[in-house]
């Protein structure tokens, strides 16, 4: 039988609800060894959420020392494949089986609807688990070429620890990202999820380990980035970092790496990727593509579509059919309710620098065609309602710089070298779009756009079979797919010789 999802039975859920906010050391809740905690504001209608462990150095030595212990045991690296394809599975399940609770718990840090973290987020968690859950009894290593008198063993080994740190915006689908292959590869992993959105990635750990996963395995340290997070990335005895967030940080979690132990990095950064539409293509396709690319999760994708590139000749044409679309199908509303379609932005300071830019991005002669404001403040909450601006160049701020809110910047252009130079015009490499009938066109500017993900006449489609990740300043290293278990294993040789 169906649920019937109202906003009555999710105000019931959210009354139910006591989230647990201490960390989460070596399968059991720990308060932060200072005793200290924040509470979490919530950005739905600004009342007091969560209390959390305030995490430092000392919180995070513990749960390192846990996952070290954990994986020096074998207690889960050398378990049989098949035992520990079942554990995942299981975690999977009990994410699914979770799947209301673990969506009020994201909806009340970041402010989403619930219905987007139920449908979106839950499932997209529960299904990164299973795919590198799945993974684990199908994994060969290789015997390299030799001479007769010699066997070489080609081993892919796990690193050791894994340091995960994770960002807001999306939180349980991103850490299942990091989680799914560095745990199925046989590592430990640390998890200091955002300050703003750690309630979720508790809850998985619990999960976990009621699904058999051996404790100290996955531990989760909150607080903040520089109390929690610079110690665990400058940590001694952690083999690698697993990073999304700003390009600002990414670049402090490389200084860190070197400054310690040299581990490795993995960054998934920033980016502000560019839609590009000639006039020959499909505009109700394309304006759907560069509504929903956009505004979805209210501006807060680090893949959003926030640079339209427009042949000027259907420039007005489009931005009315975009208007339309966002009107019609994108509802802005409070995040229980189930209709919404986007909610609030992550927190108060976040909305004012969102509406600060806009306001210097008008001074600098940004022309808004509609939205780009903010609504619904009588809530408590923090909104801001989709909007676009028009007859935009790409040296203006609202085109080069990440907004992290719903801001579509339209920069018309006039010939074909013209788009790719302005679409290539950015520290940002994380994803594209090209909208034209013309599919000699199409190959062509999917080759030339230099991003991680390319999309032809559609824009955000994707499965896990597919890898995401950035060229340039949107980091290095790949997310999803069979391939991202290769970073968190390393190569090992084995020599034998025989006579
Ligand atoms: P952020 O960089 O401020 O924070 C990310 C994480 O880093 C948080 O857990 C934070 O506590 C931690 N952190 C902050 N300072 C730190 C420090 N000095 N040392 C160690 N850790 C520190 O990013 P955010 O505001 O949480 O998220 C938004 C950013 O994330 C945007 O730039 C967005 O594009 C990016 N992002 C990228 C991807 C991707 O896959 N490429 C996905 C989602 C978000």
Redesign the pocket.
């Known amino acids: 039988m169906t649920k019937n999802y109202t906003r009555d039975y999710w105000e019931s859920v959210l009354s139910g609800l006591k989230p647990e906010g201490r960390h989460f050391i070596d399968g059991a809740h720990r308060a932060a060894a200072s005793g200290e905690t924040f509470i979490r504001i919530r950005p739905m209608d600004g009342k007091p959420g969560a209390e959390l462990a305030r995490g430092n150095a000392a919180d995070v030595d513990a749960a390192v020392a846990s996952a070290r212990a954990a994986f020096e045991s074998g207690i889960w690296r050398k378990k049989e494949p098949l035992e520990k394809k079942k554990i995942m599975l299981k975690w999977a399940d009990l994410i699914r089986a979770h799947g209301d609770e673990l969506a009020m718990l994201e909806t009340i840090d970041v402010g989403k609807p619930v219905m987007a973290s139920l449908g979106v987020d839950v499932r997209l968690c529960a299904d990164g688990i299973q795919f590198y859950g799945e993974m684990i009894d199908k994994m060969y290593d290789e015997i390299a070429p030799t001479g007769p008198n010699a066997r070489a063993l080609v081993r892919k080994v796990p690193l050791g620890v894994i340091g995960a ?6 939180p349980m689908i ?1 850490d299942a ?1 990091k989680l799914g292959p560095a745990i199925a590869a046989g590592n430990s992993v640390v998890l ?6 750690s309630l979720s990635a508790i809850r998985l750990a619990e999960l976990a380990v009621e699904a058999g996963l051996p404790a100290g395995v996955f531990n989760v340290v909150t ?4 109390e ?6 400058l940590h001694m005895d952690v083999d690698m ?1 697993a ?8 670049k ?2 490389m200084g ?1 790496a070197a400054q310690s132990n040299v581990k490795r990095v993995a ?5 502000k990727s560019p839609l590009v539409v000639f006039e020959d293509a499909d505009l109700d396709a394309a304006a759907v593509a560069a509504a929903w690319g956009c505004f979805y999760n209210s501006g ?5 579509s926030t640079r339209l590139i427009v042949q000027r000749s259907v420039q007005d044409k489009l931005i009315a059919k975009i208007e339309a679309v966002t009107r019609s199908d994108i509802a802005l509303k409070h995040p229980l309710d189930p209709a919404a379609q986007i909610g609030a932005l ?1 927190e108060e300071e ?1 909305m004012n620098k969102v509406l600060a830019m806009i306001a210097a991005g008008e001074k600098e002669g940004a022309r808004r065609a509609f939205g780009a404001e903010r609504v619904m403040s009588e809530t408590g909450g923090y909104y801001v309602s989709p909007g676009v601006f028009v007859d935009m160049t790409n040296d203006m701020s609202l085109a080069r710089q ?1 907004i ?1 809110g719903p801001v579509l910047a339209a920069i018309p252009f006039d010939t074909e070298e013209e788009a790719l130079k302005i679409a290539n015009d950015t520290i940002y490499g ?1 994803a594209g779009a090209v909208f034209t009938r013309d599919m000699d066109r199409a190959h062509r500017f999917s080759e030339e756009i230099h991003a ?1 993900t390319v999309w032809i006449n559609t824009y955000d489609m994707s499965n896990f079979a597919t890898p ?3 060229f340039k300043q ?2 290095f290293g790949r ?1 999803r797919s069979v391939h991202a278990i290769d970073k968190y294993c390393d190569y090992k040789t084995i020599w034998q010789q025989f006579g």
């Not at 200091?192 to 959105?197: G, I, L, T, V």
């Not at 607080?223 to 520089?226: A, C, F, S």
């Open positions: 740190i994770t960002p807001w915006n999306y991103i990202w200091k999820p955002a300050e703003q959105s607080g903040y980035g520089e929690t997070g610079k110690p665990l990335a970092i990073f999304t967030g700003s390009t600002e940080v990414g402090l979690i860190y960054l998934e950064l920033g980016g807060e994708t680090c893949h959003a992550i976040h990440e992290f994380l991680g995401f990740g950035g949107s980091g997310d």
